[in-house]
């Protein structure tokens, strides 16, 4: 457009240059000169000034397709060249076409900077600290009969001088859960923090942290554990960890301070989940005596021991989670879970069945010449660790059972069925 606007200047301006008996070849509207038959010259009549022609559609620099100009801008209509005065023609037009250069040239603007908004205070409020202090407590499950843990947080954020001194109140319902352990024996802290009381009877523990200069707890952005509290369950339901809001914490500049936000925790107490299966003895009528154990980790084990039919069934007070599976009988190899049994509370899993193999007297769970040895050594007699059958008496149904698992090693896989 604005290369329009250039050309279609200059073609005005060649157009007003150019003498009065010229014909411009590309001008059909210019007058054609007569000749006189006398002198043989042209006819010097004076002829009107050629208008200027109109431009039309197919004109490339038909006003149409030129950017509309400013209100304040002069227009090429308002200097239209006159006959009497070339010259200022000339320059009106000059100055028109840099006025319509001006006008289709855009004007590049820097991009605005980001305002950010500032909230309006009323006067008479103060200002808000930046300090925040934060509370929080998790939420766990309590089998009956087992028990469960609840984690404990603080946040600080924005304290520089840091947090020296707090006491922190906690409340619980006494009737579905209780602390275990006498005088907050089972809650657990980091230090600096404490426990200042437990009281079971009405369900309030006190966590603090004493006065000292070393006894500090700088800011962080994160959730801080302080403490891990373990709780029994008395009776099925549910029990809010309330986070008391008269809770104070005091900085080591003086301040105290209130917690802004606290996040209650809830324990639920529930009965446990049940795992039952049946083991069966291999070589025996009575299948009684198999000790069946369930184990969330090695500290964390629910047992339980197979009636004479071989069937058994597992509480798992230690809560939620995967246990292994695991069966022993003397004289016989061990058998295990292939795979950890997932648990949930209220859940009730079938495990199935598995076959023990017997003739492994010693206990080292292979069954080898060891064994061998030591039922032909009792042969005939009533020696209970050489009876593998349980029927009295060392006899040859006991050599069989060695012969017929010989070379074995446990433990035996079991395909739980859950």
Do not use: C
């Not at 001006?102 to 603007?109: C, D, G």
């Not at 006498?182 to 942290?209: C, F, M, W």
């Not at 809010?240 to 809830?266: C, E, Q």
């Not at 060392?394 to 446990?410: M, T």
Request: glycine share 8%; hydrophobic share 40%; charged share 20%.
């Amino acid at each position: 457009m604005l290369k329009r606007a250039i050309a279609s200047a200059i073609l005005i301006t060649l157009l007003l240059a150019t003498p009065v008996g010229v014909v411009l070849a590309d001008d059909p509207a210019a007058p054609t000169p007569t000749v006189t038959a006398e002198a043989g010259l042209p006819d010097t009549t004076p002829t009107p000034e050629p208008a200027l022609a109109t431009p039309t559609a197919a004109d490339p620099a038909s006003p149409e397709d030129e950017p509309a100009v400013p209100e304040t801008a002069t227009t090429l209509e308002e200097t239209e060249p006159t006959a009497a005065d070339p010259m200022r023609a000339s320059a009106s037009l000059g100055a028109a076409a840099v006025q319509a250069t001006a006008a289709v040239t855009p004007t590049p603007t820097a991009e605005p900077k980001p305002v950010t908004p500032t909230p309006t205070v009323p006067a008479t409020t103060p200002s808000p600290a930046t300090s925040y202090v934060a509370a929080l407590v998790g939420e766990t499950v309590v089998p009956l009969g087992g028990r469960g843990n609840s984690e404990v947080f603080v946040s600080f954020v924005d304290i520089e001088s840091g947090i020296q001194e707090f006491e922190l109140r906690l409340t619980f319902d006494p009737d579905i859960i209780r602390v275990e352990g006498k005088d907050g024996a089972q809650i657990t802290t980091r230090s600096p923090v404490d426990v200042a009381s437990v009281d079971n009877e009405k369900g309030v523990i006190v966590l603090v942290l004493r006065r000292s200069k070393d006894a500090l707890l700088r800011s962080t952005n994160a959730w801080e554990k302080i403490a891990t509290v373990t709780w029994t369950a008395r009776r099925e339901g549910k029990s809010v960890i309330a986070i008391a809001k008269n809770s104070t914490f005091v900085t080591a500049a003086g301040d105290r301070l209130t917690p802004d936000a606290t996040y209650d925790g809830v324990v639920f107490a529930r009965a446990p989940g049940t795992m039952h299966g049946r083991v069966v003895l291999q070589g025996r009528g009575n299948h009684a005596g198999a000790s069946v154990s369930g184990a969330l980790s090695k500290s964390r084990t629910d047992a339980s021991v197979t009636d004479e039919s071989g069937r058994f069934a597992i509480s798992t007070s230690h809560g939620e989670g995967f246990y292994t599976i695991v069966v022993a009988k003397q004289g016989y190899l061990t058998a295990e879970s292939e795979r950890p049994v997932k648990m949930t509370v209220d859940a009730v899993v079938d495990l199935g069945e598995i076959t023990l193999v017997g003739g492994d007297v010693n206990g080292d769970n292979e069954i080898d010449v060891r064994d061998l040895a030591y039922v032909a050594w009792h042969f005939d007699e009533r020696d209970p660790k050489a009876d593998i059958n349980g029927d009295g008496i060392v006899d040859i149904f006991d050599l069989s059972l060695i012969a017929g698992n010989f070379g074995r090693k446990g433990p035996i896989e079991w395909e739980v069925s859950d």
